[in-house]
C-alpha cells in the first residue's frame, strides 16, 4: 500500500522531493501544485499521472495522506497551519521563522493527530548517523570539539544564511547531542549588496566544556559541506560532497600524540532526502515519529533566534 501525496511547489527544491517521495516504496504523488504555469508543465513531463494545479484550495484533501511543502520560506508557517487540521505534513527547512509559529504548529499537529515532518535532510545520512553511533559508544573518548563549514550559492530573499544554511548545522546538532547550547556567539553580516546576510561565524558552547564552530556562507563558488569532528582519541572529516568516503577517521592513542592512523569506514550512501522519505512513510504506517518529537522542531529555532 503506498499513501497519496500532495507536492506544493515544484520549483527549485520540489523535483528533488518529486523523485524521491516517487522511488519510494511508501508514497504516491496525486497532485502537484505550483503558482507558475511553466513549472507545472516542467511536472508533466516527469511525472505525467498525477494531476497538477495552479491553486492548492482546489485539490481534495480528504484522500491525501501527506502534504509536501516546498514553497518560500515566508509561506511555510500559514500553509503548514492549514493542512495540519486534515493530514500530514512535511515542511522544507525552515519549517518557520519564530518560536511562537513553530509552537502554534506543534499545537496544531497534536491536536489534530497528525505529524509534522521538516525536511532536515542531513541528519538522515549514512555520515551523520555513524557520527552518531560513535557518540553513544564513547568509541573514541570525549568529543572536544566540531568544526562545521558550509557554503554554497544562490543567494536567498527570504532569509539570511543562517535559517538556510545554518539550519542545517543547528539540526545535525540537535540530532547528535540531543541538547541545546549554553552559550553562543554570532557574527553575521553582508559581503555583497543584498537584502539578506550573506555570511555568518558562529561559536557555540555545549555542557562538558564542548566547543563547536560554524560558517555559513553564500559567498562561495564551490559546493562545501564539510564537519570536522575532534575526540579524545580521533579526529574524524565528514564531507558529505564525496561521492564514496565521505568520512575519514583518523584515530591516535591518545590525545598528545599527533601520529594517526586513517581509516575509511564503510557507511550508509543512500541519499539522505530519501531516507527521510521513507523514514516518513514509516512514521505514518506505524502511527510514530521517534525524531520529531520532544521539542526538536522548536528547540532548533530557539538556537537559531539566538544567533
Not at 494545479?53 to 515566508?74: A, F, Q, R, W
Not at 601520529?259 to 539522505?272: F, G, Q, R, V
Request: charged fraction near 25%; aromatic fraction near 12%.
Amino acid at each position: 500500500m503506498s499513501f497519496k501525496v500532495a507536492l506544493i511547489g515544484y520549483g527549485y527544491w520540489g523535483p528533488k522531493l518529486a523523485r524521491n517521495i516517487e522511488n519510494s516504496n511508501s508514497f504516491h504523488i496525486e497532485y502537484i501544485i505550483d503558482s507558475s504555469r511553466k513549472n507545472l508543465d516542467n511536472a508533466k513531463k516527469v511525472f505525467p499521472l498525477s494531476k497538477l494545479y495552479l491553486d492548492y484550495k482546489k485539490i481534495d484533501i480528504s484522500n491525501i495522506d501527506l502534504v509536501v511543502i516546498s514553497t518560500p520560506t515566508k509561506t511555510h508557517y500559514h500553509l503548514a497551519q492549514h493542512f495540519l487540521k486534515n493530514t500530514n505534513v512535511l515542511v522544507e527547512k525552515p519549517l518557520a521563522l519564530n518560536k511562537k509559529k513553530i509552537n502554534k504548529l506543534e499545537k496544531i499537529s497534536k491536536k489534530n493527530n497528525k505529524k509534522l515532518f521538516v525536511d532536515y535532510p542531513f541528519i538522515f545520512s549514512g555520515s551523520i548517523r555513524y557520527i552518531k553511533n560513535i557518540i553513544i559508544n564513547n568509541k573514541y573518548g570525549k568529543l572536544l570539539e566540531i568544526e562545521s563549514f558550509r557554503e554554497q550559492a544562490p543567494i536567498r530573499k527570504d532569509s539570511n544564511v543562517v535559517w538556510d544554511l545554518g539550519v542545517h548545522d543547528i539540526s545535525i546538532l540537535k540530532f547528535l547531542l540531543n541538547t541545546n547550547p549554553i552559550k553562543i556567539q554570532s557574527l553575521i553580516y553582508n559581503t555583497t549588496k543584498t537584502k539578506q546576510k550573506d555570511t555568518a561565524y558562529i561559536n557555540l558552547l555545549y555542557k562538558n566544556n564542548l566547543k563547536v564552530f560554524i560558517k555559513n556562507s553564500w559567498i562561495s563558488p564551490l559546493k562545501i559541506r564539510i564537519i570536522k569532528f575532534k575526540f579524545e582519541k580521533a579526529i574524524i572529516i565528514c564531507d558529505e560532497n564525496e561521492p564514496i568516503y565521505k568520512l575519514k577517521v583518523f584515530t591516535r592513542k591518545n590525545n598528545k600524540t599527533t601520529i594517526y592512523k586513517l581509516e575509511l569506514p564503510e557507511i550508509d550512501l543512500s541519499e539522505p532526502l530519501f531516507n527521510l522519505i521513507q523514514y516518513i512513510g514509516k512514521s505514518i504506517r506505524t502511527n510514530s515519529n521517534r525524531i520529531f518529537k520532544n521539542n526538536f522542531n522548536l528547540d532548533i529555532t530557539k538556537v537559531l533566534e539566538r544567533i
